[in-house]
Structures are given as structure tokens and as C-alpha cells.
């Protein structure tokens, strides 16, 4: 049961920040910051540490899981996501393969040539930023450095890859 909550929760934190597998499974609970809704991402791709932003109902729903996890284990674990042994985080691979998994219980699965990773997530979140922004009327030549510093990309232009491919 904790792990079928963790996996919706992962999910939803990758979709709605941008964070790479590798990123979300690292997270201690520590490296939550509540007050600001924030991620510290210590040693991303490139050793890069970063400060990722989420959503109020993100951080809602992550404080709800984080007092469950903490309920369920009845005792203080230090991963945000840890596995079936909460001295450990879980793996990226295995996440990756619950995705995939889940991806195939959905009516979506049967009408794709080919099934999405769990990084297409980061991509969604991209492309649904760039969206509102365009959307909002919002100068997005302004708002892409900000957008690839949240990400942990070196330019804009890595950033703008992601977007360009769907359009």
C-alpha cells in the first residue's frame, strides 16, 4: 500500500517540477524547505545543486505523504522516497519500470507507437509551462533562463529542445 501511494506521489512531483528520475529518488526529507515550497537538489547532473519550486498543492500533497510515510514506518526514515527497506531510497530503475507498467494499465497505452519513459514527464512539464506562459500572454524569451535553472540545464537552448520537439 505505501509503495502503490509513494509511486502516484513521485509521479506527480516530476511532472509538475521538471525533476530528472535521478534527482527525485535522491531527495532526503531534509532537503524539503516548506516554508518557500522548495526542493534543494544537491549534486544534479553536471554536480549541480539547485533550489526547485513546486506548486501550493504539490506541497500540500507532498507534506500529506510525508506524514503518512512517516506513520507507516513508525519511525523517522531520512529518503522522501525510500524503498521496501527505508534505509534506502528506491532505485531509479525500478521506478522506471513502474512506469511503464502503470503506463500499460491505461487506455492511452494501445493507441501509441511507442510507450513514453518516465522522463517524457519532464518534457510534459515543459511543454505545459511553455503553454501558460504563451497562454498568459507572458514573454517567454524572459521567463526561459528561469525556467532552465529550475530544470538544471546549462542554456535556455537545452531548455527550448524540449518544447521544440513537439512542435
Not at 72 to 93: A, K, R
Not at 103 to 117: H, L, N, S, V
Not at 137 to 152: A, I
Request: a positive charge; proline letters at 2%.
Amino acid at each position: 500500500v505505501r509503495m502503490r501511494i509513494e509511486y502516484k506521489v513521485i509521479f506527480r512531483l516530476i511532472l509538475t517540477t521538471g525533476l530528472r528520475r535521478s534527482e527525485a529518488v535522491n531527495i532526503r526529507i531534509r532537503d524539503v524547505q516548506w516554508s518557500a515550497r522548495a526542493i534543494m537538489i544537491f549534486d544534479g547532473k553536471g554536480n549541480k545543486d539547485r533550489l526547485v519550486y513546486m506548486s501550493e498543492d504539490m506541497a500540500v500533497l507532498l507534506r500529506e505523504y510525508v506524514e503518512y510515510l512517516l506513520d507507516f514506518v513508525n519511525e523517522e526514515t531520512g529518503w522522501l522516497f525510500p524503498s521496501f527497506c527505508i534505509d534506502e531510497h528506491i532505485s531509479g530503475t525500478g521506478l522506471a519500470q513502474k512506469f511503464k507498467r502503470y503506463w500499460k494499465m491505461t487506455q492511452y497505452a494501445k493507441t501509441c507507437e511507442k510507450d513514453p519513459t518516465i522522463h517524457a514527464l519532464r518534457h510534459t512539464y515543459v511543454v505545459f509551462r511553455m503553454n501558460n506562459w504563451i497562454a498568459q500572454g507572458v514573454d517567454t524569451n524572459v521567463m526561459l533562463p528561469y525556467l532552465s535553472r529550475q530544470l538544471g540545464h546549462k542554456s535556455p537552448d537545452e531548455t527550448f529542445y524540449y518544447y521544440h520537439q513537439v512542435r
